[in-house]
């Protein structure tokens, strides 16, 4: 189904440019379409069915069905795919994605900044160049898809890590960010120490030592280390779980963030003392000032 879909998506694209077609190929490619679909429902409704006489609703037995059917890895790639969409909405806004009150965000974006704008200038350059060379109609509106679509997924994935930097919220504790692909929250209660520490590890965006020190690299560097009381759990971008008892990453201010982090909590305000007031006396009264009467 995956792999049909965007080639029905490519075919619609190029009718709605104007590129002829022949018939056998539109009817080819749309019998292929029902045939998925059709095997796609055939393996499912057994298993929604299932869920509805186990007493779920519906929406929780179609999802539970999509979830047996499709991988993990599928579905998390699709979630984040639109999540950068949605952050591409939100730069556009100039907005950012869910900061609480009283938190303080921290960019981590600097080190890639210039590889992304990079990506998209030869994008921009590969997309005019193929227009340019390639002579078949067909073949020309399916690359113009593909990279006009490969640049917009570009410009989302940075603009997905614009919208939601890391965050040191009001309590003291910590939300670690990659765009959409990560995201880990970890309570002030566990964090014992935090310094500035700037490393360049190898590997990908995710890496795990075996003394459980979890590395959030960007541009292949970090810059601040946070050292907990206890192990946390993370999920990684394709859904593998893990733990980390050391955290790195980067961001572009680490001496803010590290003051951020160790900073103490602030005290607890007690409520306001009422003023004593002094118990009432009776009032003496003056002796009268007025003659008795005459002897």
């Known amino acids: 189904m995956w792999a049909v879909l965007p080639g029905e998506l490519a075919l619609a694209v190029c009718l709605v440019a104007g590129v002829r077609i022949p018939g056998a190929v539109l009817l080819g490619a749309e019998a292929l379409v029902v045939g998925v ?6 393996v499912m409704w057994p298993l929604y069915a299932a869920r509805r006489r186990a007493g779920d609703t519906r929406r929780e037995a179609g999802l539970s069905a999509v979830r047996a059917v499709v991988p993990v890895a599928v579905r998390r790639l699709l979630v984040h ?3 950068a ?3 591409l909405g939100l730069w556009v806004l100039r907005r950012r994605h869910r900061i609480p009150e009283g938190a303080r965000p921290f960019a981590y974006t600097e080190p890639q900044t210039g590889i992304m704008w990079t990506f998209v200038f030869v994008s921009v350059v590969e997309t005019v160049v193929l227009a340019l060379v390639i002579p078949w109609p067909l073949v020309h ?3 113009l898809v593909v990279d006009v679509y490969g640049i917009v997924i570009v410009l989302a994935l940075q603009a997905a890590c614009v919208t ?3 965050l040191v919220e009001a309590d003291g504790s910590l939300r670690l960010r990659y765009g959409a692909l990560f995201d880990l929250r970890v309570p002030a209660a566990v964090i014992a120490a935090a310094r500035v520490d700037r490393r360049f590890p190898g590997g990908g965006l995710v890496r795990v030592d075996e003394d ?5 690299a960007v541009g292949s560097q970090t810059t601040v280390t946070v050292e907990l009381t206890e192990p946390v759990e993370f999920v990684r971008p394709l859904g593998r779980r893990g733990s980390a008892r050391t955290l790195r990453f980067n961001a572009d201010d680490p001496r803010a963030a590290v003051a951020a982090l ?3 909590p602030p005290a607890p305000t007690a409520p ?6 002094p118990p009432l006396t009776p009032e003496r009264t003056a002796p009268s000032s007025t003659p008795g009467p005459p002897a």
């Open 37 to 42: 679909l059709a095997l796609e429902v055939y």
């Open 81 to 83: 795919e639109l999540r």
């Open 85 to 87: 969409l949605h952050s």
């Open 141 to 143: 509106a399916i690359l």
């Open 164 to 166: 939601r930097p890391h």
């Open 212 to 216: 459980g020190t979890l590395d959030l």
């Open 262 to 264: 160790v900073r103490p």
């Open 272 to 277: 306001p003392t009422p003023a004593l007031t």
